[in-house]
């Protein structure tokens, strides 16, 4: 983990200046195409900094304050995001494969066309959040709340969901494995999901939260 260089640091006091004075004094946060590989930065204002194409694989954000942050295109391979704030953060396109978003705040994120393969969101906050066309193979969405989430074209393949709330979730065109052990103990109401052929749309209907029912 690499610690940040005084030129950094003073760049963060200057955006902690610009967010407290409502951009009157100091300087929002410039880091696009920034080499932040392995940084330092657990529980650091970045709220409304612009991290576009930043390279951050690696880097500790745990606790960090991303809120309406440009993330887009950002490279987060591994970096541990635990219990980040991220409301309303631009991570379209951005690489978030095997990164760690246990209990992070994603409402209202926008994470259209992200990888997150083998990310952990268990616990994590996704309502009304935008996944369109995100890839989640073998994610970790354990506990999470996916209420109003727009997941239309995602790959969920090997996605955990146990006890996931998907109530009102767009789930139109998403690829899932089909395996009722994997829809068990969550909360959808109707939706469509593709097989893992693609030869024909499988409809899932619930009753309860472990009754599922199959139809064509």
Known sequence: MRSLTEQEKEELTQHRLWLGTNAKQGKRLAWSYKDLRGANLEGTNLEGANLKEANLEGANLKGADLRGADLEGADLEGANLKEAILEGTNLEGANLEGANLEGANLYRALLWEAIL????????????ANLKEVNLYEANL??????????????????????????GANLIGVRISVNIEILSNIYITKSEFYDDDD???LKYRLATPMEIGLYS
Not at 117 to 128: D, F, K, Q, T, V
Not at 152 to 166: H, I, P, T, Y
């Open 199 to 201: 030869k024909r749309i």
């Open 142 to 167: 354990r506990g999470a709340n996916l209420k109003g989430v727009n997941l239309k074209g995602a790959n969920l393949q090997g996605a955990s969901f146990e006890g996931a709330d998907l109530e």
């Open 117 to 128: 393969w083998e990310a952990n969101l268990e616990g994590a906050n996704l309502e009304r």
